[in-house]
């Protein structure tokens, strides 16, 4: 565009096999919408005739974690503004409608008046390559569980003899026991029937077991690669580490604090004081698989680390109860989890017994 041409701020509504954009003025009105594919083409096409328009200040995708992931890696590379817009809540949508160019219009709305603020995930280092190892180990271990689950409900209906072979066996020994049966070729007796679906299921748990080893051999160097002073944390092992860092991105620095990465995993308390009552309650929203991986964490350190085992002793003298206690440390370990992310200084930490080792 040449000199003076006027800014416009762009909004995308993103699907699977297209994306709707739109763009406005500075005054909020609507310039022009239109569809493109979901191709590289396509998102190139797009941003051109997005600065077609005007000056490009910056755009509103929706769903920059899932259709709306590789347009954001495109327009990013060109050098534009990505900001990451929530889909409109379903009052909002009964009461203005749905389409393709109202959301898209909504999103660049949304942008322009600066109620969506959100720096999307860059997904383009080695943290999104721990995400989607993670993904398939998460469905892997799923998978073992469900085999285990279906052996046990098995073996509860399964010919005593059958039973009795391998009652009080642990788990490793069980499998490989069960692996190794010999059903025969008749399958029309119910013994047989019942070893060969339980040698089945043996040997699909022994296959699972092989794929979740090969993918920490996988997984284990990259978040070490990624996050070497994330696992020099007491309690943070390579599970931990690496949902962590999925969920903080490859950018963590769009997380402007300690306390917008607490929101984000779901530890900041929520006021719920009402006349001379002052409390907190628990925060249910956020990234619940960070707030699970903060939670084993602070299990472990309950368990092991003599600083905090005081801190609890310390807490439960003065009457809180260890759910609070629990969401007390929490808050505290992702105050660490965030400066070990962004290798950022935070505040001065309050709880002297739980400070770090000088």
């Known amino acids: 565009m040449t000199h003076g041409s006027p800014e416009i701020t762009g909004g995308v509504d993103t699907h699977g096999l297209t994306h709707h954009a739109a763009v406005i003025d500075q005054l909020g009105r609507h310039l022009a919408d239109q569809e493109f594919?979901?191709?590289?083409?396509?998102?190139?096409?797009?941003?051109?005739?997005?600065?077609?328009?005007?000056?490009?200040?910056?755009?509103?995708?929706?769903?920059?974690?899932?259709?709306g992931a590789e347009l954001a890696r495109v327009l990013t590379a060109a050098g534009v503004a990505v900001v990451d817009v929530d889909r409109p809540d379903r009052k909002t949508r009964r009461l203005r409608g749905k389409s393709d160019p109202i959301d898209a219009y909504a999103a660049a709305t949304a942008v322009a008046s600066g109620r969506a603020t959100g720096i999307p995930k860059s997904?383009?280092?080695?943290?999104?390559?721990?995400?989607?190892?993670?993904?398939?180990?998460?469905?892997?271990?799923?998978a073992r569980t469900q085999a285990m689950n279906q052996i046990r409900s098995v073996l509860v209906s399964a010919p005593a003899a059958l039973r009795e072979q391998v009652a009080g066996l642990e788990r490793t020994a069980l499998?490989?026991?069960?692996?190794?049966?010999?059903?025969?070729?008749?399958?029309?007796?119910?013994?047989?029937?019942?070893?060969?679906?339980l040698r089945r299921l043996a040997r699909r748990h022994?296959?699972?077991?092989?794929?979740?080893?090969?993918?920490?051999?996988?997984?284990?160097?990259?978040?070490?690669?990624?996050?070497?002073?994330?696992?020099?944390?007491f309690g943070v092992g390579p599970e931990?580490?690496?949902?962590?860092?999925?969920?903080?991105?490859?950018?963590?620095?769009?997380?402007?604090?300690?306390?917008?990465?607490?929101h984000l995993a779901g530890v900041a308390p929520i006021p719920a004081s009402s006349g001379r009552t002052h409390r907190h309650r628990l925060n249910r929203g956020g990234d619940r698989a960070?707030?699970?991986?903060?939670?084993?964490?602070?299990?472990?350190?309950?368990?092991?680390?003599?600083?905090?085992?005081?801190?609890v002793a310390r807490r439960t003298k003065e009457g809180l109860s260890k759910k609070d206690i629990t969401r007390c440390l929490k808050r505290f370990v992702v105050r660490e989890v965030y400066r070990a992310l962004t290798n950022t200084p935070t505040e001065q930490i309050t709880q002297t017994d739980l400070a770090p080792a000088a």
């Open 37 to 67: 594919p979901a191709t590289v083409r396509g998102y190139r096409d797009l941003l051109d005739w997005m600065r077609s328009h005007g000056v490009l200040t910056a755009v509103g995708v929706e769903g920059t974690g899932a259709y």
């Open 123 to 142: 997904r383009d280092g080695l943290v999104e390559s721990v995400r989607v190892l993670r993904v398939t180990r998460r469905s892997a271990v799923k």
């Open 175 to 197: 499998i490989r026991t069960l692996a190794r049966l010999r059903p025969g070729p008749d399958l029309s007796t119910p013994l047989a029937a019942t070893k060969a679906a």
């Open 206 to 233: 022994q296959l699972l077991e092989e794929e979740i080893t090969e993918l920490d051999t996988e997984i284990g160097p990259l978040v070490r690669q990624a996050a070497p002073e994330l696992l020099a944390l």
């Open 240 to 262: 931990t580490a690496g949902q962590l860092l999925a969920s903080a991105g490859d950018n963590p620095e769009r997380m402007r604090s300690e306390a917008a990465f607490a």
């Open 290 to 311: 960070a707030n699970n991986a903060l939670h084993t964490i602070v299990l472990v350190r309950m368990r092991y680390d003599e600083r905090t085992r005081a801190y």
